[in-house]
């Protein structure tokens, strides 16, 4: 168990990058068509 711990908890926060990343590129998307729009 002490072994496969630390692998669980490195797998868990490539999932939380991941999941803030896609957040980040969608606020991204969001902003830019708004801007666009205002235009």
């Not at 991941?18 to 205002?38: G, Y």
């Amino acid at each position: 168990m002490t072994d496969k711990t630390p692998l669980i908890f490195v797998e868990l926060l490539n999932m939380m990058k991941e999941v803030l990343n896609i957040r980040h590129l969608r606020l991204n998307i969001f902003s830019t068509n708004l801007s666009t729009k205002e235009r």
